[in-house]
């Protein structure tokens, strides 16, 4: 059974970074099209970064560039998120998610299997 555990989440305040981590199970991450997805508040679930199977291009939504990165392990079978100068609109619950297709597509419904979420919270 297909498994995705996040972990990495916490509260820091405006400016600080985080890393989140997402362990697979019975799923090799270096095989497949991750995401990271996010939901705040009242607000609907968005992709933040994704990777492709092949070749490994990532994609990043256009307010994370340059201060989130998203890179696989394939020796430890997990996928990161890197992120820095953390605002407190990124405060969400951050999910991992196993795409269905070869690349990280931009709708929930293209994934089918999802981790538990990790609550990032940014006190400003």
């Known amino acids: 059974q297909v498994e995705l555990v996040e972990s990495g989440g916490g509260l820091v305040q405006a400016g600080g970074s985080l890393r989140l981590s997402c362990a697979a199970s019975e799923l090799t991450v270096s095989n497949y099209a991750m995401g990271w997805y996010r939901q705040g508040p009242g607000k609907e679930r968005e992709l933040v970064a994704g990777?492709?199977?092949?070749?490994?291009?990532?994609y990043y939504k256009d307010s994370m560039k340059g201060r989130f990165t998203l890179s696989r392990d394939s020796a430890k079978n997990t996928v990161t998120l890197q992120m820095n100068s953390l605002q407190s609109e990124d405060t969400a619950v951050y999910y991992c998610a196993h795409s269905s297709g070869p690349v990280a597509g931009p709708r929930p419904d293209d994934y089918d299997y999802w981790g538990q979420g990790a609550q990032v919270t940014v006190s400003s």
């Open positions: 990777i492709s199977s092949a070749g490994g291009s990532t």
